[in-house]
């Protein structure tokens, strides 16, 4: 039995970049921004920031079929929102960004669902990849 292509990731995070770069924002991909709730280290996909403001954290999802990602994006949205709180002085806002065509719970989280789950939900948008590259292009994040 051949396993998951897991390899997908870099993929979306070639079609964030250029968005990035045309709304004027400084980025570098896979950066350490510290340890995560529960331990070990957060490894964030993208930090972007305009030039002089604070970072914009950026984790991206891609589910190609049912999997694991979608039990995945919960604890990534609580670690998101601890590192904005905790990094206050570093980082504005944080983007937990789905791509790709297996969700099913796609609809319930860029809808605001989890919200009302997590006390600080409001620290982070889940959005579509389409959603997010419009708010990029325009230097809207």
Same mark, same amino acid.
């Given at each position: 039995?051949?396993?998951?292509?897991?390899?997908?990731?870099?993929?979306?995070?070639?079609?964030?970049?250029? /968005?990035?770069?045309?709304?004027?924002?400084? #980025?570098?991909?896979?950066?350490?921004?510290?340890?995560?709730?529960?331990?070990?280290?957060?490894?964030?996909?993208?930090?972007? @920031?305009?030039?002089?403001?604070?970072?914009?954290?950026?984790? =991206?999802?891609?589910?190609?079929?049912?999997?694991? /990602?979608?039990?995945?994006?919960?604890?990534?949205?609580?670690?998101?929102?601890?590192?904005?709180?905790?990094?206050?002085? =570093?980082?504005?806002? /944080?983007?937990?960004?789905?791509?790709?065509?297996?969700?099913?719970?796609?609809?319930? #989280?860029?809808?605001?669902?989890?919200?009302?789950? =997590?006390?600080?939900?409001?620290?982070?948008?889940?959005?579509?990849?389409?959603?997010?590259?419009?708010?990029? @292009?325009?230097? /809207?994040?």
């Amino acid at each position: 039995m051949a396993g998951r292509d897991t390899r997908t990731g870099s993929t979306m995070e070639q079609m964030v970049l250029p /968005a990035l770069k045309r709304g004027n924002y400084e #980025y570098r991909p896979q950066v350490d921004i510290g340890s995560r709730v529960g331990g070990g280290r957060h490894l964030i996909d993208v930090l972007a @920031n305009h030039p002089g403001g604070k970072g914009i954290l950026i984790s =991206l999802k891609w589910q190609q079929v049912s999997g694991t /990602a979608e039990q995945k994006v919960p604890f990534e949205a609580i670690c998101l929102a601890d590192a904005i709180i905790t990094g206050e002085a =570093l980082f504005q806002s /944080a983007y937990l960004v789905l791509g790709g065509p297996g969700w099913k719970l796609r609809d319930f #989280y860029v809808g605001g669902g989890l919200r009302s789950h =997590l006390a600080h939900g409001d620290k982070v948008q889940i959005v579509t990849l389409e959603t997010f590259v419009a708010l990029a @292009n325009k230097g /809207a994040l």
